[in-house]
């Protein structure tokens, strides 16, 4: 099973920054390989469905959901094999817990997340 730990995760006032990380446990040879896979950052926000808000294909394309186009950059250091997910000028509409997965997801995989709140 693969082990994804997300963290970087806060509280933040509107128009602040936060980065979040996803490490992916396991070595190179049993482990997962964030590099070998499209990779994607999903919130979920109370009383609603969780979404995907950007994703890295393999060959490094990035897109992002509407609403944080501009704001958030997702990026990996595949020597790290750690994904991130740069989100700038926070908005009290990004409050959500914050995973990291595949993309598409696979639900096996879904780790703690880490809570992103943004509030004054």
């Known amino acids: 099973q693969v082990q994804l730990v997300e963290s970087g995760g806060g509280l933040v006032q509107p128009g602040g920054s936060l980065r979040l990380s996803c490490a992916a446990s396991g070595s190179i040879f049993s482990g997962f390989i964030i590099s070998y896979n499209a990779m994607g950052w999903y919130r979920q926000a109370p009383g609603k469905e969780r979404e995907l808000v950007a994703r890295?294909?393999?060959?490094?394309?990035?897109d992002y959901a509407d609403s944080v186009k501009g704001r958030f950059t997702i990026s990996r250091d595949n020597a790290k094999n750690t994904v991130y997910l740069q989100m700038n000028n926070l908005k009290p509409e990004d409050t959500a817990v914050y995973y990291c997965?595949?993309?598409?997801?696979?639900?096996?995989?879904w780790g703690q997340g880490t809570q992103v709140t943004v509030s004054s």
């Open positions: 997965n595949k993309s598409p997801p696979n639900n096996n995989d």
């Open positions: 890295v294909t393999r060959g490094d394309s990035t």
